[in-house]
């Protein structure tokens, strides 16, 4: 697949870090279809995350994810959603590859700077859930 998704997390928000970020990002050689600054209710936080639902920080994680704004993006490149995954890190940033995302700017595992998209299927969620096609170029 070509496409993936990511929200910049509400911690590297507040700690202005989109622009780090978001330049990671496109040297990483992602190109930038879709982006907004926006904040998720704590419903459609809870929405968005519901295949974690039945995992013990669950109601952590939709009050995180709610509580300051993000930055969502649909981004675009060969093998998208693998070479992303790549490019941010693993989830816990002790265990963070130098010169990832997460490495860079995560605080923990939860405040851990960034999404990405897991599978082909889930991105195209993931990116329809915010944008709608008048906001893809
Ligand atoms: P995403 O790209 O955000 O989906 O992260 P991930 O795919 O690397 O991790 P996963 O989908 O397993 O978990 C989703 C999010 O839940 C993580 O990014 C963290 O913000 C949070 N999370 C995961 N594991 C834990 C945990 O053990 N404790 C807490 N508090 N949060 C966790
Ligand atoms: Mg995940």
Redesign the pocket.
């Known amino acids: 697949g070509n496409i993936t998704f990511t929200m910049i997390k509400p911690d590297a928000v507040a700690e202005n870090h989109i622009g780090g970020i978001t330049q990671m990002i496109e040297e990483g050689g992602f190109r930038i279809v879709a982006m907004k600054k926006t904040k998720l209710s704590e419903e459609r936080a809870g929405k968005f995350y519901e295949v974690?639902k039945e995992r013990p920080?669950y109601g952590?994680?939709v009050k995180y994810m709610s509580s300051g704004p993000i930055v969502a993006m649909i981004l675009e490149k060969d093998n998208a959603v693998e070479d992303f995954r790549k490019l941010i890190g693993a989830?816990n940033p002790a265990q963070a590859e130098e010169g990832t995302i997460r490495k860079k700017y995560a605080k923990s595992?939860?405040a851990?700077a960034i999404?990405?998209s897991?599978s082909d299927e889930n991105a195209k969620i993931e990116g329809d859930f915010f944008f709608s096609a008048d906001e893809r170029f």
């Open positions: 974690h920080f952590d994680l989830t595992i939860e851990n999404h990405g897991d």
